[in-house]
């Protein structure tokens, strides 16, 4: 395969995962995180490039991708974990928000009177450019790979250059949350859930797979090989920004307090592009959130409609991209804020599941698991995942689950997973043990 594919279809992965969540999220905790910012950023980065990564190769791997895999386990399982999966990223939380980040940090800067409506007419003009991209899946490595995303990088790098010759000599505050202070590792990694590139990569790999197909690579060794390749393209890109973007947010002093109803990371990155550049930097911010935001939503949109039109093949795959931005139209006019909120609760039931999952899937490489071994650690994680999530609500107070290991710093599904393989290991009979090479 020629490197100057190989290139297109990596630069193509990064720009698909770093989107609206990627640029906020980073710069954020940096700031929050102050004197702790290394053991943070590692635990975001093992949530958001090491798991993603891995996830990638995971699936390269799998002939017919996860969800072959995941139907040999079980048909509903399957469909009932991809489709909210999908969901989670596509039209209900991801895709909404990189029209709305794309919103507050392109467009807000220039609106003196921001409302409902000019929310609406913003987010309607992104779809319908998201919709014209997406319709032809075949032009999303061309569009994104070769034209997007050098952009993209470029843009990126300018800023963050900048920045750092700004604020090279400021030393970090202290940790401005107890999480960070007491538990900064864990604080990071919960933290990188939010970007949902993990669940993004069980999509992806469609995609990936399809570029790959139109450049004449259909042998599933090669597939692993050139995919493994282009995945480690992507993430040591996203590495890279992450910590760029956390230690420009970690070096930051802000001389005014945080707007009402404005989202920390964006805020911060439009008083680092104004101090850096002026109102040049606000526009080139502006590019920046703009490609990225773009990318990541065709990417999604495609990806997403691909599988659906493959659950549903009566329903044609453009009619399926035209559902997918219509839905995430509506959803995007709640606000950024609005979105960051809802979504929360429910990645802390569904990313300990998808993790879990790709643990399993490289424990059955090793050792040969049927689907009851599956399936009972992956129901387990569930439970425990969906009642810690009602614990920090305060909603229920069982102390048997606030006496479990590791459950105050949101990582109870760890023990629950290991547990849950053991008893299946152990008391399941392994007869019959599934094969995802067929």
């Keep these: 395969m020629k490197k100057k594919d190989l290139l297109a279809i990596g630069f193509m992965l990064f720009a698909m995962f770093f989107g609206a969540g990627n640029l906020i999220f980073p710069v954020a905790l940096g700031h929050e995180a102050g004197q702790s910012l290394l053991p943070a950023i590692l635990g975001f980065i093992i949530t958001g490039v090491g798991l993603p990564l891995l996830s990638m190769i995971v699936g390269s791997s799998l002939k017919g991708g996860y969800f072959n895999a995941l139907s040999k386990i079980n048909s509903v399982f399957a469909i009932v974990l991809l489709t909210c999966n999908y969901l989670i990223i596509g ?36 779809f319908g450019l998201v919709l014209w991209i997406s319709l032809n899946k075949n032009s999303i490595v061309d569009a994104i790979g070769k034209w997007l995303t050098p952009a993209l990088l470029i843009s990126l790098v300018i800023f963050l250059v900048r920045s750092y010759f700004l604020y090279r000599t400021n030393e970090p505050s202290a940790p401005m949350k107890i999480a960070y202070q007491n538990n900064p590792l864990a604080e990071g990694f919960v933290k990188g859930y939010a970007t949902m590139d993990t669940l993004a990569t069980l999509a992806f790999a469609i995609v990936v797979k399809s570029a790959f197909e139109t450049k004449g690579v ?37 001389t005014e307090a945080l707007p009402e109803g404005q989202n920390l990371g964006t805020f911060l990155l439009q008083t680092i592009a104004n101090n850096a550049m002026g109102q040049s930097g606000v526009a080139l911010l502006g590019i920046i959130v703009f490609l990225a935001c773009l990318t990541t939503a065709c990417g999604l949109v495609a990806a997403i409609s691909q599988f659906f039109h493959d659950l549903y093949p009566k329903i044609s795959y453009q009619n399926h991209v035209i559902i997918m931005t219509a839905v995430s139209w509506l959803m995007a006019n709640q606000g950024l804020d609005q979105i960051i909120a809802t979504s929360g609760p429910v990645l802390e039931i569904i990313y300990p599941v998808t993790m879990s999952l790709i643990f399993l899937v490289i424990l059955h490489k090793v050792r040969p698991l049927n689907r009851m071994q599956f399936l009972l650690p992956l129901l387990f994680v569930l439970l425990v995942s969906f009642f810690s999530v009602l614990l920090n609500a305060k909603v229920i107070e069982w102390k048997w689950l606030v006496d479990m290991p590791l459950v105050k710093i949101g990582f109870a599904w760890i023990p629950t997973l290991a547990l849950g393989t053991l008893v299946s290991v152990i008391f399941v009979d392994r007869s019959q043990s599934l094969d995802f090479t067929v």
């Excluded at 928000?97 to 009177?113: C, G, K, N, V």
Aim: proline share 4%.
């Design 91 to 126: 039209p209900l939380f991801a895709i909404p928000r990189t029209a709305t980040t794309t919103y507050e940090m392109s467009a807000l800067p220039y609106i003196s009177d921001a409302n409902g409506i000019t929310l609406a007419l913003f987010t309607f003009v992104f």
């Design 218 to 254: 259909f042998d599933q060794k090669t597939l692993l090989k050139e995919g493994s390749k282009a995945s480690l393209i992507a993430a040591s890109l996203l590495g890279l920004f992450y910590f760029g973007l956390a230690w420009v947010g970690n070096h930051i002093s802000l």
